[in-house]
């Protein structure tokens, strides 16, 4: 059964700072890896998806990279804002039974 | 415009009284789940359907029922509700098998007394 963990559970950061949220899986027969962003008591909004054969991807400020031997996989998001405040959660997609991990809680104080 | 709904939203129900959350995509995907999400517990697969029939056991299935008639629709049942599935609820779906990106509803919080 694929377990995801996510470190740190929740981080605080000055307006400015670049973010590194890291996401670990313990099932490396993964196909893709997907990040969302998750406001308090909303839905799950797709940030980027992570082809196996890729190494990075990039969208505006974030930036994800993805090492699948090492199960592993890390999101960036430069320059941080305050509406970057939210939960961030990575589902690494194998088949069918996906497993989340419990996020990245961020808060970026102005 | 592409999207996965919900419906209801929101529900406050009584112990006991069944009830259906349903979910209809129409993005033509094959695939389609159901996860709940629980504080320090994170989101946890109940049911999924990969394709119309065809419908399999997530994680935590006890006390929900599910079925797959058409291939929009993917509606929740919860035949006798309970406290313990006070929960926010969200339908999934993605084209295919593997690794294609997944969308998600809105949510549906569920309250039961």
């Known amino acids: 059964k694929q377990e995801v963990t996510q470190i740190p559970a929740a981080l605080s950061v000055p307006e400015g700072e670049n973010l590194v949220l890291n996401c670990s899986f313990t099932?490396?027969?993964?196909?893709?890896l997907q990040w969302f962003r998750q406001d308090p008591g909303k839905g799950l909004t797709s940030l980027l998806l992570?082809?196996?054969?890729?190494r990075e991807q990039t969208s505006g400020r974030l930036n994800a990279s993805l090492d699948k031997s090492s199960g592993r996989s890390t999101l960036y998001i430069a320059a941080s804002q305050p509406g970057d405040s939210a939960t961030y959660l990575c589902a690494p997609l194998p088949g069918n039974r996906l497993a989340f991990g419990k996020g990245n809680q961020v808060v970026v104080i102005p | 415009e592409a999207q996965v709904t919900q419906n209801p939203r929101y529900l406050i129900t009584v112990t006991g009284k069944k009830l259906t959350v349903t979910c209809s995509q129409n993005?033509?995907?094959?695939?389609m789940s159901w996860y709940r999400q629980d504080p320090g517990l994170g989101l946890r697969q109940i049911y999924y359907?990969?394709?119309?029939?065809?419908?399999d056991k997530g994680d935590v299935p006890e006390g929900y029922k599910v079925s797959r008639k058409e291939k929009r629709n993917f509606p929740l049942i919860l035949e006798s509700p309970s406290p313990n599935q006070t929960s926010l609820y969200f339908c999934?779906?993605?084209?295919?098998?593997?690794?294609?990106?997944?969308?998600f509803g809105p949510g549906t919080r569920l309250t039961v007394l």
């Open positions: 993005m033509n995907h094959e695939y």
């Open positions: 992570i082809q196996s054969s890729q």
């Open positions: 359907s990969m394709n119309v029939e065809v419908t």
């Open positions: 099932d490396s027969a993964i196909y893709n």
């Open positions: 999934a779906s993605r084209q295919g098998y593997g690794g294609n990106e997944q969308f």
